[in-house]
């Protein structure tokens, strides 16, 4: 709670509480005491019921920020209009069930800011926005809007913000936004706007930041670009869907971000691109690209990020060449899942690409590719500089090399579906630096090193399908950093060793598909940090009462095709109530479960259900209409009688029901 003595600071001018998780309660009434806040924030905090009615007495408050409060009650703000002084409002994701805007907001002549994103507003905006002349910043972002709902905008002439993203549903862009010239940043993404773009929107010639993603449109739609020659972040990704890239983008010199993400692009990519010296963004990915070159990157450009994911780059065999001698200010490359052919190898050491390479290079996406051990002679001239290294999935063989364990800064490494065989080297474990190692799916043999238990800053451990068989290692238990253990599929046998508890971080724990057997031990007891526990595939044969006592976090619980057994209802009263509250996913199938059904309707936030292959009985609860969250049930393969219980019907998530192979009725 908000402790009451705060009203004794009667001089108070800035109060900031913003992100403090108060548990539901309701704004304090004592708050609108403190007449001297020019600053109050209270965004994020969880508060319920009604905004107290005491706050029109904060007449000098400048700055109020609600936002995410989204339990609050807002049927009566008639206080509002006494903030005179307010120049910032931000009341996004406050509920106001499908009512319409105020219309005492347009009182607030003073507002400089005014954010109502979220708030299930319907109807025409106010007249009264009319007199709101000072207004800069205007969002009214996800609501239900439609374009002659905003006639009074035009009247707006000292807007240089507005967001009215997710609105309109498949109208066309009303005309008015062109008379709006003093804009700068402009974002109607996810409209589904279809059809051309008003011509006067060529009048928006100090447009910076456009985004138009997430909608219907076509090249033809967009020829007034040019005009906006101050651009400098346009977002056109999620449209267009099967033409080519229109070469008048490459007009747009001020250029720094541009998206053309998810637009199913084909053909080339325009030789115009060339021209955007000054781009530091570029993202290609998820398109049909097909470039026969790299001769478009913009030669000695400011690039920084470039992500070209899913295009076809097969027959672009001087990739690197290009990245190195093109991109000097590159630090993040994506390029996954593109078919990249393996570099060419230069016939002398020293003849290694060209050295005139940075070494700002700092993430290295080349997964899912076919690429070869080759690749290792370009990623050395960046040993000092690389921060994440993905190359997953590719056609790597061999040895690690070693200059690897001279990345000092290397935190996050992916060698994951490596055709190695032999062990981890050494060198693996002096990288201090390193979070995340994943080395799974390994044709390697031996047991897990100890140098791996040395190696203290390792956040994510992924060793999964690692052809190996025996106990888990000791050394294990001490690694207290991690939040992520992936031993799945590791011909691990015995049991859970207790140690596991002593891992309080773990957020992730897959043991799955091994051979651990026995009772479901203790050890998750301590785990309150415990997301993901699973255990799916192994022999354990059930739970002592004490086993999930703290997982109050968990969201995730996987123990199918083990041989649990007993009474559902009493599986169920192992958990507690806070943890019934936060599971998303349960699959407890192909064990030998028994008895009624009853209890699940304490799993508030189930999403996936799976029950099949036990030897439940009895019928399905008409209760579980309540489970509003679900949206996969699987009860098959069980002994379940009586009705389909007509609650289904108000599942309106449910996407997916088997409850096949029962003795049921319709």
């Known amino acids: 709670m908000i402790s009451p003595k705060l009203i004794e600071l009667q001089h108070l001018q800035y109060l900031d509480l913003s992100l403090i998780y108060f548990n539901g309660i309701q704004i304090p009434d004592f708050i609108g005491s403190l007449t001297n806040l020019r600053y109050l924030n209270l965004s994020f905090c969880h508060f319920i019921g009604p905004i107290p009615s005491s706050f029109r007495n904060l007449k000098q408050l400048q700055n109020l920020d609600l936002a995410h409060n989204w339990r609050l009650q807002a049927e009566n703000l008639n206080w509002l209009p006494a903030l005179s002084s307010l120049t910032y409002l931000d009341l996004a994701w406050i509920d106001f069930n499908g009512s319409r805007i105020p219309d005492f907001i347009g009182s607030l002549t003073n507002l400089r800011n005014l954010s109502l994103s979220s708030c299930h507003f319907i109807g025409p905006i106010p007249s009264s926005f009319e007199n709101l002349t000072q207004l800069?910043?205007?969002?009214?972002?996800?609501?239900?809007?439609?374009?002659?709902?905003?006639?009074?905008?035009?009247?707006?002439?000292?807007?240089?913000?507005?967001?009215?993203?997710?609105?309109?549903?498949?109208?066309?862009?009303?005309?008015?936004?062109?008379?709006?010239?003093?804009?700068?940043?402009?974002?109607?993404?996810?409209?589904?706007?279809?059809?051309?773009?008003?011509?006067?929107?060529?009048?928006?010639?100090?447009?910076?930041?456009?985004?138009?993603?997430?909608?219907?449109?076509?090249?033809?739609?967009?020829?007034?670009?040019?005009?906006?020659?101050?651009?400098?972040?346009?977002?056109?990704?999620?449209?267009?869907?099967?033409?080519?890239?229109?070469?008048?983008?490459?007009?747009?010199?001020?250029?720094?971000?541009?998206?053309?993400?998810?637009?199913?692009?084909?053909?080339?990519?325009?030789?115009?691109?060339?021209?955007?010296?000054?781009?530091?963004?570029?993202?290609?990915?998820?398109?049909?690209?097909?470039?026969?070159?790299?001769?478009?990157?913009?030669?000695?450009?400011?690039?920084?990020?470039?992500?070209?994911?899913?295009?076809?780059?097969?027959?672009?065999?001087?990739?690197?060449?290009?990245?190195?001698?093109?991109?000097?200010?590159?630090?993040?490359?994506?390029?996954?899942?593109?078919?990249?052919?393996?570099?060419?190898?230069?016939?002398?050491?020293?003849?290694?690409?060209?050295?005139?390479?940075?070494?700002?290079?700092?993430?290295?996406?080349?997964?899912?590719?076919?690429?070869?051990?080759?690749?290792?002679?370009?990623?050395?001239?960046?040993?000092?500089?690389?921060?994440?290294?993905?190359?997953?999935?590719?056609?790597?063989?061999?040895?690690?090399?070693?200059?690897?364990?001279?990345?000092?800064?290397?935190?996050?490494?992916?060698?994951?579906?490596?055709?190695?065989?032999?062990?981890?080297?050494?060198?693996?474990?002096?990288?201090?630096?390193?979070?995340?190692?994943?080395?799974?799916?390994?044709?390697?043999?031996?047991?897990?090193?100890?140098?791996?238990?040395?190696?203290?800053?390792?956040?994510?451990?992924?060793?999964?399908?690692?052809?190996?068989?025996?106990?888990?290692?000791?050394?294990?238990?001490?690694?207290?950093?991690?939040?992520?253990?992936?031993?799945?599929?590791?011909?691990?046998?015995?049991?859970?060793?207790?140690?596991?508890?002593?891992?309080?971080?773990?957020?992730?724990?897959?043991?799955?598909n091994n051979n651990l057997a026995g009772f479901f031990p203790d050890f998750t007891r301590n785990m309150s940090s415990l997301e993901y526990l699973g255990l799916s595939d192994n022999q354990i044969e059930g739970a002592n009462p004490n086993s999930f006592a703290r997982l109050c976090n968990l969201q995730s619980l996987s123990l199918q095709r083990n041989h649990l057994s007993g009474q559902l209802s009493k599986f169920v009263q192992l958990l507690p109530r806070c943890a019934q509250n936060s599971l998303g996913d349960l699959d407890l199938s192909e064990n030998v479960l028994k008895g009624s059904l009853n209890n699940l309707t304490s799993f508030s936030s189930l999403k996936f259900l799976i029950l099949g292959a036990n030897q439940f009985s009895g019928k399905i609860p008409e209760s579980i209409g309540q489970m509003s969250q679900l949206e996969y049930i699987d009860f098959s393969i069980n002994q379940l009688s009586g009705k389909i219980p007509e609650s289904i019907g108000q599942m309106s998530q449910l996407r997916n029901i088997d409850f096949s192979m029962n003795s049921l009725e319709g």
């Open 136 to 512: 800069q910043n205007l969002d009214l972002s996800n609501n239900q809007l439609q374009p002659e709902n905003l006639n009074c905008l035009p009247a707006l002439s000292s807007l240089t913000d507005l967001d009215l993203s997710r609105n309109f549903n498949g109208s066309q862009i009303p005309d008015f936004i062109g008379s709006l010239t003093n804009l700068r940043n402009l974002r109607l993404s996810s409209c589904n706007f279809i059809g051309p773009i008003p011509s006067s929107f060529e009048n928006l010639t100090q447009l910076q930041n456009l985004d138009l993603s997430y909608n219907l449109l076509q090249p033809e739609n967009l020829n007034w670009l040019p005009a906006l020659s101050s651009l400098t972040d346009l977002d056109l990704s999620r449209n267009f869907n099967g033409s080519q890239i229109p070469d008048f983008i490459g007009s747009l010199t001020n250029l720094r971000n541009l998206r053309l993400s998810s637009c199913h692009f084909i053909g080339q990519i325009p030789s115009s691109f060339g021209n955007l010296t000054q781009l530091q963004y570029l993202y290609l990915e998820d398109n049909q690209l097909q470039p026969q070159n790299l001769n478009w990157l913009p030669a000695h450009s400011s690039l920084t990020y470039l992500d070209l994911s899913r295009n076809n780059l097969s027959t672009v065999f001087d990739w690197p060449e290009a990245v190195l001698n093109k991109l000097p200010k590159l630090v993040e490359l994506v390029l996954w899942n593109c078919s990249l052919p393996p570099p060419p190898t230069p016939i002398l050491s020293t003849t290694l690409y060209k050295t005139n390479s940075s070494t700002s290079l700092a993430y290295v996406d080349l997964s899912n590719n076919h690429l070869t051990s080759s690749i290792f002679l370009w990623l050395s001239n960046y040993s000092t500089s690389l921060v994440t290294l993905d190359l997953s999935n590719n056609n790597l063989t061999g040895f690690i090399p070693d200059f690897i364990g001279n990345m000092s800064s290397l935190a996050d490494l992916d060698l994951s579906n490596y055709n190695l065989t032999g062990f981890i080297p050494d060198f693996i474990g002096n990288m201090s630096s390193l979070a995340d190692l994943d080395l799974s799916n390994y044709n390697l043999t031996g047991f897990i090193p100890d140098f791996i238990g040395n190696m203290s800053s390792l956040a994510d451990l992924d060793l999964s399908n690692y052809n190996l068989t025996g106990f888990i290692p000791d050394f294990i238990g001490n690694m207290s950093s991690l939040a992520d253990l992936d031993l799945s599929n590791y011909n691990l046998t015995g049991f859970i060793p207790d140690f596991i508890g002593n891992m309080s971080s773990l957020a992730d724990l897959d043991l799955s």
